[in-house]
């Protein structure tokens, strides 16, 4: 009775199973995989699995031949037949050697082309994303999935072709020749296939929430590696070497404890598979045996069944694994088609008309805005700025006036009111059009890995060695660039690690020069400068604002007292606007902030 019930529950343990399978996205996940990326490639697929298909026939011939060598061989002892066969068995082993050889190279193309096209579709998404995107991931994240879901695709087409073409033909071929030697013999040994499809889908559910977490901790190496590079003067500064190797320690030791499971888990088959597999190969030699002794049957087919039996092992042993396999790579698959399934940010649209671009007329119209539906940080901003006019925003830190900067370049949206070029609302022209014709510097100077000429050129690409020089002439860069060990062609390191804030900072300068674009944004530009080199930059930027439309965001008053006008920015809304001899009659914020520069400085001084 209670094998009847056991009978009863077993299907629908097993619709279960593949329920779950399919609410946790790994079902539809597979199908698309196949659908896209198999498709894509369905020639290089398709004679994968024609060679595939060959190597289990082969397989399977190679059982079904023992038959007559036995028989015609050992028992008959045919001289004719010993050349025959022995040939035959070459030829089969050589078949079956080059048709593995050949599915090896066309899948390992084939795998390399998607992890290729999987990583370069990936990066173009990326650049399609704005900045509130990349607040909200972690690099670490995304550098884990390009890494390892482009590979973790191409890992489960590798699986179901495999599979499919030689796993299963292969163990469909042994199977048929096990029937067709020995019928009793078969319907014994099958008996175990039943206990080990149940025992190994019971670990699949386990194995797809340890994957999950293993991944999400491997994403944490990389954030750990990424902030020591990038921190390691905080790390020595505070003596942080101790906590920093300490997390690293408990985040591997943890990657390490869910690989060992997942380990422990794929392992676990192997005991199963080689007991019951040890039991039904007694079975069948006993019976074959008990039948040779009393009947007098030939050997062959008992020989050409053990033989079919012994290798439809493997096949066997690998095909109960298939899913735990492919719920491995599809945690990576799915974060992949995370990235690839997200549309375009809003800000990086780039299907609108082109700006139609005249005089470089910046307004903001009633602008307001705030971060992810955080705190206001504009209010009602308005002002404008005339072509070849010089704006310069002050105002307490925080109070809105980078922000102003991002809008401008449409790095962000306005969440009311608008922001207009030449008339036109930014959000309604092609984005790119609109970047080609600003120039930006800002305080936080990112620089690429490469030469000192290469970052400059980054500001117009298709510049000359000599406008780059020219470029860093103009920026007051030219003469430490001629002291570095390969001038313009020294290798500046990963973001110029190799050089001080300042060097850093004049380069940034020069890359906007080289650009010269209409429009002029500048964040900061002089802020890591010693007062000698943000004389020379101001005065190299008093001649490139000339005939632009400028915009500048400066602490340090004394560099904008030449403003065409100063617009004071005070907790997200405009508090000000006039030249700096306005506002100083005035006697508002912009005065107190002038006095406790200039005033208060030398008191400040000598009092320390």
Sequence with gaps: ???????????????????????????????????????????????????????GMTTAASAWIMRDVVNHIFVSRDPMMLWILSAAVIGIFVVKGLASW????????????????????????????????????????????????????????????????????????????????????????????????????????????????????????VALVQETVYGNKVVKAFGLDHHMRGRMAETIAAVEQRQNKMASLQARTSPLMETLGGVSIAAVIFYAGWNTINFGTSPGEFMSFVTALLLAYEPAKRLARVQIGLEMSLVGARAMYEILDKPPSGTERDDEPALDFSAGRIELRDVDFAYRKGEPVLKGVSFVVERGERIALVGPSGGGKSTIIALIQRFYDATAGAVLVDGQDVRKVAVSSLRRHIASVSQDVFLFSG????????????????????????????????????????DIGENGVQLSGGQRQRLAIARAILKDAPILLLDEATSALDSESERNIQLALDRLVEGRTSVVIAHRLSTILNADRIVVIDRGEVVDIGTHAELLRRGGLYAMLYRYQFSEEKPLVAAQ
């Design 102 to 221: 050949a599915q090896a190279i066309v899948l390992g193309r084939v795998g390399n082309r998607i992890v290729a096209e999987t990583q370069r579709r990936f990066y173009d998404s990326f650049l399609r994303f704005g900045l509130d995107f990349f607040t909200e991931r972690a690099s670490s994240e995304l550098i884990n999935t390009v890494v390892r879901g482009a590979g973790a695709i191409r890992s489960v087409l590798d699986t179901v072709i495999m599979s499919l073409a030689r796993d299963l033909v292969s163990l469909i071929s042994l199977v048929a020749v096990m029937l067709w030697q020995a019928p009793l013999m078969s319907l014994a040994a099958f008996t175990v296939a039943p206990i080990a499809i149940f025992f190994v889908t019971g670990l699949i559910k386990r194995m797809r929430k340890i994957a999950q977490s293993e991944y999400g901790a491997s994403t944490m190496i």
């Design 451 to 490: 030469t000192v000429r290469d970052n400059i050129r980054l500001g117009r690409l298709s510049a000359t060695d000599e406008e780059v020089e020219e470029a860093a002439r103009d920026a007051y860069a030219f003469d430490f660039i001629a002291n570095l060990p390969k001038g313009f062609d020294t």
């Design 1 to 55: 009775m209670a094998k009847a019930a056991d009978d009863e529950k077993r299907p629908k343990r097993l619709i279960d199973r593949w329920r779950r399978f399919k609410q946790n996205g790994s079902l539809e996940t597979l199908i698309r995989i196949v659908a896209t990326d198999g498709r894509a490639h369905m020639r290089g697929y398709a004679l994968a699995t024609v060679l595939l298909v060959v190597v």
